[in-house]
Structure formats: C-alpha cells, structure tokens
T-cell receptor, first 113, second 114 residues
Framework: GAVVSQHPSRVICKSGTSVKIECRSLDFQATTMFWYRQFPKQSLMLMAT?????????EQGVEKDKFLINHASLTLSTLTVTSAHPEDSSFYICSALADNEQFFGPGTRLTVL | AQTVTQSQPEMSVQEAETVTLSCTYDTSESDYYLFWYKQPPSRQMILVIRQEAYKQQNATENRFSVNFQKAAKSFSLKISDSQLGDAAMYFC???????????FGAGTQVVVTP
C-alpha cells in the first residue's frame, strides 16, 4: 500500500513558538491531504483539507491563522502551529488521498510547555 | 449533516472468540462509503475493511466481516477468531462519495484476553 510519512514524530516546544509538521507521500502523488488532531482516548477530528496549489479548506472552529497549511507539491503538505500554547498539545495526524482511499501518516505528538 | 455513532466505548473478548462492534450512521446521501479503521497503541491508523453503499454484499477481509444494513443505517464489524494483535481502538468512518472527507465515530476499544 501507499506510504505516508510525518516529521517529526514528536516535538516539544516552548509556549509562544511556532512548530512545523511535514507530511509526505513517499511513493505516490496526492493532490489532496488531510490534517487531523486527536486528543487522548478520543476520535480523530478533521482540522483541514489541503489541496495542492490552492488554499486549504478549514473545518468550522479551526483557526486558519493559527494552523497554517501549505501544500506546495504533490508529495508534501505542511502544518505550522503558530504561537503554540499548552492547549495545542495533541497528536496530529495527516493522511493523503489516493486510489479512492486515505493513507495515514504515523502521527506527530506535539507537547507545548 | 452526517454523523457516525459508536455506542460501545469498550468491548472485551477472549482469544479465539468472536466480537461484534456496532456502528450507526446518519445520511441522506446515496453515494457513500463506510470504513472500519484500527488504531493500535502505536497510533498508526490501519484500514480494516471498506464497504461501498451501492454494494449489497457484505465486505469480508479474512477474519473481519461487516454486516451492512443500509435501510437501518447500521454497519457492524465482526472479528472472528480474535487474536492478541487485534487489541486496539476501532473507528467506524463515513465518507460521502469517492473524494469526500472522512467522518469518524468515537471509537470502540477492543481488549483481547488470553
């Protein structure tokens, strides 16, 4: 199956700093990628849909100025958490759409101190 | 709006036994897909099984099978001959059409006891 990678796998940062998370489709091209957030023992919550070459579509209640998404190529989408605060600490998962199926990355654990 | 409901927070099953996870959904669409995903402790999401709404035949993947009741909007997952490696969180998900976004249920934690 198709492989999606995320980098970094975990990151710890200080409050007020920005953190960038990369999502790559390794062996296929993906015009559409998705970003999810998952709190402990909860389900995945879709944050935004990332389309190559165009602006991301954010879900209701997600601050687009805080969670910047860039999908500059067919294999890379990035999520930047700007001015991170402790409440942004979570598990972030990306997925890439291909062949009528979503392939998920392994996730990134963000801890904001 | 579409919603996906999983009413069982946790299910326990003994090795080699069978467990059934329930899922109901609400939609007015005719073209949609339903999925079961497994999330083990590693938190990597793994597709278990997929069902196209237009197909009447229930999907099967080895020890995993679904009971798709379209009129009742029910989509249960049966795990047969349960193994220790089946222990994970299982999410039911809905997608409108071929390219829509996934909507996940709350999840059911499956515990497998020796």
């Amino acid at each position: 199956g198709a492989v999606v990678s995320q980098h970094p796998s975990r990151v710890i940062c200080k409050s007020g700093t920005s953190v960038k998370i990369e999502c790559r489709s390794l062996d296929f091209q993906a015009t559409t990628m998705f970003w999810y957030r998952q709190f402990p023992k909860q389900s995945l919550m879709l944050m935004a849909t990332s389309n190559e070459g165009s602006k991301a579509t954010y879900e209701q209640g997600v601050e687009k100025d805080k969670f910047l998404i860039n999908h500059a190529s067919l294999t890379l989408s990035t999520l930047t958490v700007t001015s991170a605060h402790p409440e942004d600490s979570s598990f972030y998962i990306c997925s890439a759409l291909a062949d009528n199926e979503q392939f998920f990355g392994p996730g990134t654990r963000l801890t904001v101190l | 709006a579409q919603t996906v409901t999983q009413s069982q927070p946790e299910m326990s099953v003994q090795e080699a036994e069978t467990v059934t996870l329930s899922c109901t959904y609400d939609t007015s669409e005719s073209d949609y897909y339903l999925f079961w995903y497994k999330q083990p402790p590693s938190r990597q999401m793994i597709l278990v099984i997929r069902q196209e709404a237009y197909k009447q035949q229930n999907a099967t993947e080895n020890r995993f099978s679904v009971n798709f009741q379209k009129a009742a909007k029910s989509f249960s997952l049966k795990i047969s001959d349960s193994q220790l490696g089946d222990a994970a969180m299982y999410f039911c998900a809905y997608r409108r059409g071929s390219w829509g976004k996934l909507q996940f249920g709350a999840g059911t934690q499956v515990v497998v006891t020796p």
